[in-house]
């Protein structure tokens, strides 16, 4: 389950709103990429389309959409 707070939405509609996207037609795809001296990296990025391999969390009015090989 994911969690967003008011406070987690506002910055995110504003950080879209920078690169001319809203909440209404982005998802927010997170996830884990190995690499880097710790073995793990996280990685966000604002997508307009849903990743064929993720699960969808709607929160607060954001789509999180995480890759399923992320969830372990």
Known sequence: ???VSTTAKDKLASLMME?????ESTYIS????S???SG??????FTPDMPENAELYEE???KVVVEKK???
């Open 60 to 62: 607060n009015g954001v």
């Open 40 to 45: 793990l990296s996280y990685k966000m990025e």
């Open 1 to 3: 389950m994911v969690k």
């Open 70 to 72: 992320s969830m372990l």
């Open 30 to 33: 997170v996830g884990v990429t």
């Open 19 to 23: 690169e001319g996207k809203s909440l």
């Open 35 to 37: 690499g880097g001296c």
